[in-house]
């Protein structure tokens, strides 16, 4: 895994031309021919779904209700977008100090076929560890995908396979009111008054 995570960091160039095509702006593009897709995401006390944690622990939304949150969707053989935008996750909540214990800290798989709650744990060892991960049957996946209006889709490739996936970076407040959303790759300058608008 450790190998794997080096090998993903490395990656440049025609890799992170295609990252970008799966960032918001493809959620966006892809949005325009769903019905009802451009609607904002639900507020955490609407959405069920019940998933599991990187630590073996149950979690279903209402348990973040309190606490202003911030939600990622992504995968462990991400080769660009997930590994940078943990990367900038950790170090939003390094920047924000002790104010970056009082949120939920999210990322949400949308690679349930692979990522096992250990596997999780493990990539997750490479981030802050104030970020939680979830797993869960395919069916709860969507649920909540459907909840944040996320997209997210499994794309062959060969023998093997990718997942196209919503890559901007979900806020809500603390009553469970959605607060706005972090672009993929936005910059920290930006980024860090969003999250601290949702703590206030």
Known sequence: ????????????????????????????????????????????????????????????????????????????????VCPTTLSDISGWLEDLGPDADRLNT?????????????????????????IIGLTGPLAEIERAAAGFRARFEKVAQGEHYTMDHTAGVFLFRADGRFGGIIDYHEDRRFALPKIRRVLE
Do not use: Q
């Open 1 to 80: 895994m450790r190998t794997r995570r080096a090998v993903i960091l490395g990656l440049g160039g025609a890799a992170s031309a295609l990252a970008f095509t799966l960032g918001l702006g493809w959620w966006k593009t892809r949005s325009r021919t769903k019905p009802g897709a451009d609607l904002l995401p639900l507020p955490i006390a609407e959405m069920v779904f019940t998933l599991t944690d990187h630590r073996g622990k149950t979690v279903r939304p209402v348990d973040w209700i309190g606490r202003p949150t911030l939600v990622f969707f992504g995968f462990t053989w991400c080769p660009d």
């Open 106 to 130: 999210v990322l949400i798989s949308v690679d349930p076929e692979r990522d096992s709650p250990d596997v999780l744990a493990e990539y997750l060892s490479n981030f802050d560890p104030r």
